[in-house]
């Protein structure tokens, strides 16, 4: 048996990144760092914006591999957790996993049809934003770099 998924581009990376560069630009916010990953958590694209704290670099890295490998949004984590919590167990430390986070500006990219024995076939990647700490500015951001992608791609908060 053959298991066959996409995953995000490095084309399709760079897009997400320049539009998230323009974005931050146009609306005049501090220099951030932005983060592509596959689906898997692996890096296809990042950047560093000049300026931007060494500390926002590892940041975005963590919200695009949670995103991806939870395959949800950041936000959309801490509603996981809270189900989770109430059937005893702790949060990140149970995932035994230090690069997880639920800090905002962590988006899931998805494409595609949904298949496979957990029907979560269209996932392809996750993007992650960090540097201004608002999250209403990161998750906007996450937002431009998921609709540069154009018609068909998405993101999501929980699995429905």
Not at 30 to 57: E, I, Q, S
Not at 119 to 147: L, R, S, T
Request: hydrophobic content about 40%.
């Amino acid at each position: 048996m053959t298991i066959e998924y996409n995953v995000i581009s490095l084309e399709e990376a760079q897009r997400m990144i320049a539009a998230a560069r323009t974005y931050i630009r146009e609306q005049s916010l501090p220099p951030m760092a932005v983060w592509v990953c596959d689906k898997a958590g692996h890096t296809v694209a990042a950047a560093r914006l000049d300026g931007t704290a060494a500390r926002y670099v590892e940041a975005a890295h963590r919200k695009a591999y949670s995103a991806a490998i939870f395959e949800r949004d950041t936000v959309g984590i801490i509603d996981f957790w809270e189900g989770q919590a109430k059937q005893g167990h702790q949060r990140e430390a149970d995932w035994n996993d230090p690069m997880v986070t639920t800090l905002a500006g962590g988006y899931c990219v998805c494409n595609g049809q949904r298949g496979g024995n957990l029907q979560m076939w269209d996932i392809i990647g996750g993007f992650g934003v960090a540097g201004d700490d608002v999250p209403e500015h990161e998750n906007a951001i996450a937002e431009i770099a998921v609709q540069a992608l154009g018609e068909g791609y998405w993101h999501r908060r929980d699995w429905r």
